[in-house]
Nanobody, 126 residues
């Protein structure tokens, strides 16, 4: 069983940056596609980004394309989400998870993921 723990969230002003980490323990995630999701107050869980096992391919939701970058360090069993040019609309709890089926076509569907971490709060002030 893989255990994921997110960190790096916090309070930042509009235009600022944060780097989230998702550290895995228990088992390696090196063979897994890893996803980032977020849930804003009163909203549904939303796909943010995912990265393949090698780190060579990634997908992003349109609203973060060009501002967020997902990466991974398989030696550290950790995935990252670099978030730049943050806006109040990015305020949410951010979660990482492992994709059930490798590089699925349904990658924006949260039900395609498991081993969810507890999340880390990101708050962007205006």
């Amino acid at each position: 069983q893989v255990r994921l723990v997110e960190s790096g969230g916090g309070l930042v002003q509009t235009g600022g940056s944060l780097r989230l980490s998702c550290a895995a323990s228990g088992r390696t995630i090196n063979t897994k596609t890893m996803g980032w999701f977020r849930r804003a107050p009163g909203k549904e869980r939303e796909f943010v980004a995912r990265i393949d096992q090698s780190g060579s391919s990634a997908n992003y939701v349109d609203s973060v394309q060009g501002r967020f970058t997902v990466s991974r360090d398989n030696a550290k069993n950790t995935v990252y989400l670099q978030m730049n040019s943050l806006t109040p609309e990015d305020t949410a709890v951010y979660y990482c998870a492992t994709e059930r089926t490798y590089w699925s076509l349904s990658y924006t569907d949260w039900r395609q993921y498991d081993n969810w971490g507890p999340g880390t709060q990101v708050t962007v002030s205006s």
